[in-house]
């Protein structure tokens, strides 16, 4: 795809051509790692005869104890049978926070007479323990979409009239999960890089996501391109839009020597907005950085990144 921002990618080149030594070997898939899904929150259905509100409502669940975004399940009925688009969002604090991970869309079949649980995949998309997930649908078809509401409120699950902030006093039924390895370490995957301090240990996680206005919309979260298999162990690369092109290069430097910190230096070749989350997995500490849409981005030097040890 073409927008605005192409004609930072010609400016990105020489940084980048001492890199991309072989596409095959950069496109060489990761190893795979032993992984376990868990539910992190969970608020029941009251039934297909209990408690419905519409869509239009959004809502948020506070204070979750997560790593990553891997699943969330909804169920939803309808007043008129008939097959919908639906859509949900995940946003970080509030309605207008950033967005995690990539807008989801699914054709369902749904039926006035009872719930059908629906299944979205996030692409285990980087999150920060504590925070709140803020949840919003869009949705067309023959009729209107509802979600199940439980009546006995679940803490910390709020819907809200609309995407206000006063509550409509019910908790939305969900259950939410994250992937987590069972061994230390990051998970290397399509979407996730990893980086090691020391080698082959996976210290540091990054992940990223983009949107933008240019070419009527477009968002998602960055594909990652290992850069171990040409023997670059503390840096790698993000594409957005097409995965012989990259939009970004970003490392992580041990510096506990000088200024007891891990750096984060990266150099983007774009004008969309992304987000990157660079997660140390052995202290939990985490990075974020963020470019506005239509700005160029900037290099990032950050010495004060990441404590040590």
């Not at 989801?104 to 299944?119: H, I």
């Not at 990893?194 to 992940?207: A, L, M, N, Y």
């Not at 097409?242 to 983007?268: Q, R, T």
Request: a negative charge.
């Amino acid at each position: 795809m073409v927008f605005a921002f192409s004609r930072y990618r010609r400016r990105g080149r020489p940084l980048l051509r001492g890199l991309l030594l072989s596409g095959a070997l950069l496109l060489a898939p990761a190893a795979a790692a032993q992984a376990t899904v868990s539910v992190i929150y969970n608020c029941p259905s009251s039934g297909s005869s209990g408690n419905h509100d519409s869509v239009a409502n959004g809502f948020y669940v506070q204070n979750l104890n997560a790593v990553n975004l891997h699943s969330v399940v909804i169920d939803y009925t309808t007043d008129t049978d008939g097959t919908y688009t639906l859509q949900l969002t995940a946003r970080d604090g509030s309605y207008a926070g950033p967005q995690i991970g990539s807008t989801q869309t699914q054709m369902v079949n749904l039926s006035s007479g009872a719930d059908t649980p629906v299944t979205w995949s996030f692409g285990d998309a980087a999150f920060t323990p504590g925070h709140t997930l803020a949840f919003t649908h869009n949705f067309g078809g023959p009729g209107g979409v509802q979600f199940n509401l439980q009546g006995t409120l679940c803490p910390g699950d709020v819907e809200t009239v609309g995407t206000t902030s006063n509550s409509n006093g019910f908790s939305v039924a969900v259950a939410i999960t994250d992937n987590t390895q069972s061994a230390s370490g990051c998970m290397p995957g399509s979407q996730t890089l990893c980086i090691s301090d020391q080698p082959g240990d996976h210290r540091f996680q990054i992940t990223s996501s983009f949107s933008t206005t240019q070419g009527g919309g477009h968002s998602g979260n960055g594909g990652a391109i290992d850069l171990t298999p040409v023997g670059v162990t503390e840096g790698g690369l993000f594409w957005f839009f097409d995965s012989a092109n990259p939009e970004m290069l970003i490392k992580v430097i041990n510096g506990c020597a000088i200024n007891n910190h891990f750096w984060v230096f990266y150099a983007a070749v774009t004008n969309v907005s992304f987000q990157v989350t660079v997660k140390d997995t052995k202290t939990g500490h985490t990075a974020t950085y963020h470019n506005p849409d239509l700005t160029t981005a900037a290099p990032i030097q950050d010495t004060s990144a990441l404590t040590c040890p």
